[in-house]
Structures are given as structure tokens and as C-alpha cells.
């Protein structure tokens, strides 16, 4: 079997890049692993970037996001028993973020290809990937213990973190670079109204706690916790508890609890590949890096990559040209590494570093104070968060 580009991975990222392909006539497949239901039922954040949502559009796939997200204009600081806002339209000349699940978009995408009748192998196992530093490079899987072979131009490894695509990189031709953070993340979802229209990110000497939502009736929250922390030892009431003793007084009021419709702890990694480019084989997304979701860039960087390689794929097969390939690379990481600065500040400020001295406990506290009086200081913070330029 042939096609044009080869698409490992049905995740946001794969789906983006498969939807922007198909619409400018480039035959893609897509080969995931997982089923469609485990794919769309992966609970993600969703923290939009005006340049994500622009793509989204782009990609003929914006509606329920424009119907059904919110569009975010600031969030707030709470750290030592008070919370200041950030203006993010104020700061930033008009720019603002847009709330809308990470799940919806992920089940948007794959409703549109599958509605565009491309081809999406679910469940396809031990994929290999081959001859990707020739002029043909091949895909092989089973699916229900039938063998196939896609020979195709090329190949976009968008298989997130634990993939094939980057893993069948010779180690010589690729750099890693990682930090595993000391604590990750416990959080729940739950259908109660979110204690504010907008995100409370807090700094609390127990640790960091997150007040976010997916609309204003499902309130989604976060609390820092041990990485070897066991979920089984968080009921429900434990895990109100612990959030509220981390907030202001007004704003532990606020939170409404109620039953968790999902409850998880994920761990905080930075991580980046070099380069993304490897002959005709290409990654994009948690394929090639990870941020932690302090900042909310993980979908973002992806949506940049895909940008990027669509552009650069587009203009080979219409204009027989390799520039936009050839830059992939070098263009998608120089946005990446400014996401990882400001993903690991940002979680640097707001998390208890286990062993931090008071001396480093006051340094976060008089970093926060200076933000929330420096309007050059929370201009810097909010050109980040809104998306630097693609
Ligand atoms: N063969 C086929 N598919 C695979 C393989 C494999 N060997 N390994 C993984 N996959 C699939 C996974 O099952 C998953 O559906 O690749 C997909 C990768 O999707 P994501 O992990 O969502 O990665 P990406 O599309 O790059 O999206 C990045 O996801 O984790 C969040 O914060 C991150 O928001 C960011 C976004
Ligand atoms: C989320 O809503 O899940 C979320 C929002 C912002 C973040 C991280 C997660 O920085």
C-alpha cells in the first residue's frame, strides 16, 4: 500500500497535521495504536494559544471550540494568603487564550477525518518504521494478526512520548535533553461550577495548587504532590481539603466540591529531542518534547510543530521545494526551547521544591510580589503565556 506521508499517532498533534495535509490534497494515513475510544477519552488540559486556535480554524475544525470554549482575557496569582490578576489582553496589546479541552479538540479532529473518509488504522501493533534514510521509507504493523506495508514520501512520528518514531532514531544522530521534577500533579475533575471565570494558579507553602476549568458547569483542579505519591490514598474530601488550605480564604470558600468524575497524577517532565528531522522521517509533538503542564504549552508546541510541517510539506509536493523541510527542524525547536524556559520558570515559582531552604521560599514570594506590582514583569509573563509568535 502507498501513500504520501505516513502518520504515526492519532493524538492532536497526528490528527492536526493529517486534517491541514488532506485539505490541501496530500493523501495521508494515520496508524495508532490505541483504539478510537482510548484515544478520545484521554483527559488532557486546554489552554489554547490564539495561534492554536487560528490553526484549528485553518484546519476547518474551530466551530464547537468558538460554540462551546471560553475565551480567557486574564487569570490570577495566589501566593501568601493573596491572589493578584494578570491582565492578558491589557498586557499584550489584546491578546488572550481560549479554555476548550484538550479532548474536545482531539474529538473534533478525528470526527472531520473521519467525516473527510481518510484513513485512520486504530489498534495497529508493533509498528515498525523503516528505510526513513532513503527515498521510500515504509510503515509495517499488524492489525488483528494480518501484516501490512505503507510505502510512502515520508513519515511524521507525532506518537507522543513512550512512541516508536523517535525511539527507531539511531542514538547517535539525537541529543536528549531532560529534567524530571521531584513531585507531580493530582487532579480532579468534577461537575460543579470552577470557583472563578478564570485560572487560579497558587503558590502555597503546603505547594502548588491549579483552579481551572472546561466549562462553567465541569471544574477541573490540580495539587503538587510527592511523585511517589498512591491515588488510592486521596478520597475525594481529602483532596478538597488539601486544595483549599492552599488558596486565599475567599477562594477556598468558592470551591464547590462534589463527586470526581476523574482523578489522576501525572508526572512533571521538561524534556526536548535534537533535531526533529531525521532524513524522511519527521516528529512533531510529545514525540520530540515534553513541558510540564504548569504553563499549559504541551498541546501548543505541538499545534507550532504541526504548523511548521505542514507549511514545509505543503510547499515540497506543490513547489518541489526542500527549504520549509529543511528548516523544520531548526525553526520548530527555537520555538520549543523559549516554551521550556517558561514552562520550567513558571514551575520553578509556583512549586515547593522539596528541600528548598526558606531563603529559596522567600525568593518565589518576593518574585511574585515584583510581578504583581511590575507591569514590565507581568508583560513578560503574559507575552509567554498567550504564545510567543509562530
Ligand atoms: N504506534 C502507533 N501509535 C502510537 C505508538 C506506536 N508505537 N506509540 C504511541 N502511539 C500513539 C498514542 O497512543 C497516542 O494516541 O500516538 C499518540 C500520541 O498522542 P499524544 O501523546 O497525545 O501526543 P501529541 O499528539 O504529540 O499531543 C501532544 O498531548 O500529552 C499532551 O501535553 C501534551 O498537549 C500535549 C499533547
Ligand atoms: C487544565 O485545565 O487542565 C490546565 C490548565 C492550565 C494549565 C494546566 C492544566 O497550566
Known amino acids: 500500500m502507498r501513500t504520501q506521508v505516513a502518520i504515526i499517532g492519532a493524538g492532536p498533534a497526528g490528527l492536526l497535521l493529517g486534517q491541514l495535509l488532506q485539505r490541501a490534497g496530500i493523501d495521508t494515513v494515520i496508524i495508532e495504536r490505541k483504539s478510537r475510544d482510548y484515544v478520545l477519552a484521554r483527559i488532557r488540559a486546554g489552554v489554547l494559544e490564539q495561534g492554536t486556535a487560528d490553526l484549528l480554524d485553518a484546519a476547518g475544525v474551530g466551530g464547537r471550540m468558538?460554540?462551546?470554549?471560553?475565551v480567557h482575557e486574564g487569570f490570577s496569582l495566589a501566593f501568601d494568603g493573596r491572589q493578584h490578576r494578570i491582565d492578558l489582553k491589557d498586557?499584550?496589546?489584546?491578546?488572550?487564550?481560549?479554555?476548550?479541552?484538550?479532548?474536545?479538540?482531539?474529538r473534533d479532529l478525528a470526527d472531520a477525518r473521519d467525516a473527510a473518509g481518510a484513513t485512520t488504522i486504530y489498534q495497529a501493533e508493533d509498528v515498525v518504521l523503516a528505510d526513513f534514510d532513503g527515498s521510500a521509507p515504509k510503515v509495517r504493523f499488524t492489525q488483528d494478526g494480518a501484516f501490512h506495508e505503507f510505502t510512502c514520501d515520508f513519515i511524521a512520528?507525532?506518537?507522543?512520548?513512550?512512541?516508536?518514531?523517535?525511539?527507531?532514531?539511531?542514538?547517535?544522530?539525537?541529543?536528549?535533553?531532560?529534567?524530571?521534577?521531584?513531585?507531580?500533579?493530582?487532579?480532579?475533575?468534577?461537575?460543579?461550577?470552577?470557583?472563578?471565570?478564570?485560572?487560579?494558579?497558587?503558590?502555597?507553602a503546603r505547594g502548588f495548587a491549579l483552579c481551572s476549568m472546561r466549562s462553567a458547569t465541569r471544574s477541573r483542579y490540580y495539587i503538587q504532590v510527592p511523585t511517589d505519591e498512591r491515588i488510592e490514598a486521596w478520597s475525594d474530601d481529602r483532596f478538597y481539603d488539601e486544595l483549599r488550605r492552599r488558596l486565599p480564604a475567599a477562594t477556598a470558600e468558592a470551591v464547590k466540591a462534589g463527586p470526581s468524575i476523574e482523578k489522576s497524577i501525572a508526572p512533571l517532565r521538561s524534556f526536548v529531542a535534537e533535531p526533529m528531522r531525521f532524513g524522511r522521517l519527521f516528529l512533531a509533538g510529545d514525540a520530540a518534547h515534553i513541558v510540564p503542564p504548569t504553563g499549559a504549552k504541551g498541546l501548543n508546541l505541538a499545534a507550532s510543530d504541526v504548523r511548521y510541517l505542514s507549511d514545509a510539506l505543503i510547499e515540497h509536493v506543490s513547489e518541489h521545494?526542500?527549504?520549509?523541510?529543511?528548516?523544520?527542524?531548526?525553526?520548530?525547536?527555537?520555538?520549543?526551547?523559549?516554551?521550556?524556559?517558561?514552562?520550567?520558570?513558571?514551575?520553578?515559582?509556583?512549586?515547593?521544591?522539596?528541600?528548598?531552604?526558606?531563603?529559596?521560599?522567600r525568593m518565589q514570594l518576593a518574585e511574585l510580589d515584583y510581578l504583581s506590582q511590575s507591569r514590565a514583569a507581568s508583560t513578560v509573563l503574559a507575552e509567554n503565556y498567550v504564545g510567543l509568535p509562530v
Open 91 to 106: 498586557l499584550t496589546g489584546g491578546k488572550t487564550v481560549r479554555v476548550y479541552g484538550q479532548t474536545e479538540v482531539t
Open 321 to 361: 521545494s526542500e527549504a520549509g523541510l529543511n528548516a523544520y527542524s531548526t525553526r520548530a525547536l527555537a520555538r520549543i526551547w523559549k516554551a521550556e524556559r517558561f514552562s520550567w520558570w513558571l514551575t520553578s515559582l509556583l512549586h515547593q521544591m522539596p528541600g528548598a531552604s526558606p531563603f529559596e521560599q
Open 66 to 70: 468558538h460554540s462551546e470554549g471560553q
Open 157 to 204: 512520528g507525532c506518537d507522543g512520548y513512550h512512541g516508536v518514531a523517535r525511539a527507531s532514531v539511531p542514538p547517535a544522530a539525537i541529543q536528549l535533553f531532560e529534567r524530571v521534577y521531584p513531585f507531580g500533579w493530582l487532579g480532579v475533575l468534577v461537575d460543579q461550577p470552577p470557583a472563578d471565570h478564570e485560572l487560579i494558579y497558587a503558590n502555597s
